[in-house]
């Protein structure tokens, strides 16, 4: 028995309905290669905190060994889906889907926290879907932030008195200075021998990030695309998925793929890696509507990460924010983890950064090992989340950066407040914007 479950206390077991398949828990051999490559083991040493000890867990509630109580919530909520231990794993094990089908089963249950599973709805159910509401949400941060009652707030101490971890929200969101990036009010025809390139707007990317829609799309255009923000879109549906929420995310995801093949499209750029990760693997959430599956893939065939796509075009070496210095800027590229793991994409953007006159790239220590941010892990916990940032932090500093690149705006918000406390002076930009400013700068 592993510690911390709760075995059923009479009767027969019971095979459970739903989550993992047979075939995708009988992949996992045990054999602990897992183990290194999990933040939270390294953080705990704990099995039960482990791939290989959640799988375990996964295994006997299937099996009806355990019941699907408060214990087994807590092992499979610590996980942050990083999906690192996909790239370690020789067995193929798909330990991001089996995750998302377990946090599926536990979507409807009444377990964890309360308070958690009051934000979760109001999150996943009523924030998310509905891109209006998410828009005056950003839009009356803008004016919180700019009207002085910020400063006023904080200075109080109010928010570290709130329950729920209002303090950590407040201080994760970005400095709004931008307005939302939108999307196109009807679709444009298409311009003959031109690459018609359609962009995900997204929900936190067009509100939070503007700046960064707006420079992508400089960019694609700069390399002779027609960018294409199709109107209909809304939420992509990942951070649903990811928390197992699968209903309104089949929604969300039906909104987007409908939109983006009626705009006739020859690609799809996507520029948050958690997105793009949950947008080419749509066939895994629709995988019981058999008659809408060839759509789904259809889709998913079109779906390129941002510098993905780049890297497929003759990028000419451009003039960075170093070029005019002896020394130039040294920077570093943080890896997403839902691009490097899920998409296994991370030779791409480090070899569009080395195009870059002026930046000297270096690279961490442990350049595969997640920030700590993971969608909203680092609201629901934490502690957690900040040991795992720390020792990022740590790598950053011991690597000498003062700019550092990604491209995930959960990652970006992490690392930004995160440097901010520890008082570390470094620049947290997308790969856009650097891209961006150096094409810029090519032209004077």
């Known amino acids: 028995m592993v510690a911390g479950t709760t075995p059923l206390e009479s009767g027969d077991p019971t095979p459970r309905v739903g989550g993992p398949t047979e075939e995708d828990l009988a992949k996992c051999v045990h054999c602990g290669l897992c183990l290194n490559a999990c933040p939270t083991y390294r953080a705990t040493g704990l099995e039960t905190e482990s791939p290989r000890g959640r799988i375990y867990l996964m295994r006997a509630l299937h099996d009806g060994r355990i019941d699907l109580d408060d214990s087994f919530h807590t092992h499979m909520d ?71 009652l910020r400063s006023i707030v904080r ?80 939420c992509c549906g990942a951070l649903n998925v990811h928390a197992g929420e699968r209903a309104r995310a089949k929604i969300m995801a039906k909104a987007v793929v409908e939109s983006m093949l009626e705009a006739d499209l020859d690609v799809i750029v996507v520029n948050s890696a958690g997105c793009g990760s949950t947008m080419k693997e749509y066939s895994e959430l629709f995988a019981d509507e058999p008659d809408y599956l060839p759509r789904v893939r259809q889709f998913e065939r ?49 070899e ?30 934490p502690a957690m989340s900040r040991e795992i940032l720390n020792a990022k932090l740590d790598d950053i500093r011991a ?12 990652c970006i918000m992490q690392l930004r407040k995160g440097a901010e406390e520890a008082q570390l002076p470094i620049q947290v930009r997308h790969i856009a914007e650097v891209l961006d400013e150096a094409l810029n700068g090519r032209d004077g």
């Open 302 to 350: 079109l779906v390129r990460d941002f510098s993905e796509f780049l890297a497929e075009l003759p990028f000419p070496r451009v003039s960075g924010p170093g070029s005019k210095e002896s020394d130039g800027v040294i920077a570093v590229y943080q890896d997403a983890c839902h691009l490097r793991h899920a998409q296994r994409i991370a030779a791409q953007p480090r």
């Open 155 to 234: 200075r109080s101490g109010l928010l570290r008195k709130m329950p729920g971890g209002w303090g950590e929200r407040e201080a994760l969101m970005p400095l709004l200075d931008s307005a939302s990036f939108v999307v196109q009010d009807a679709i444009p025809p298409r311009l003959p021998g031109v690459p018609r390139v359609g962009f995900l707007a997204g929900c936190v990317m067009s509100t939070a990030f503007g700046d960064v829609q707006r420079a992508s799309v400089r960019v694609l255009e700069r390399f002779g695309c027609q960018v294409v923000v199709p109107p209909g879109q809304g």
């Open 399 to 410: 690597s000498g950066a003062s700019l550092v690149v990604s491209a995930n705006p959960g």
């Open 78 to 148: 610590l996980c942050l889906v990083c999906r690192a231990c996909e790239t370690a794993c020789p067995s193929g094990v798909p330990f991001g889907r089996m995750m998302e089908a377990t946090r599926d089963q536990m979507w409807n249950e009444p377990v964890g926290p309360p308070a958690q599973r009051v934000a979760n709805r109001l999150t996943f159910e009523f924030v998310f879907p509905h891109r209006r509401l998410f828009q005056r949400l950003f839009a009356a941060m803008r004016i919180y932030q700019h009207s002085g």
């Open 352 to 381: 569009l950064l080395k195009q870059v006159d002026g930046l000297q790239t270096v690279e961490l220590a442990y350049p595969d090992l997640c920030c700590g941010s993971a969608g909203v892990y680092n609201l629901q916990h």
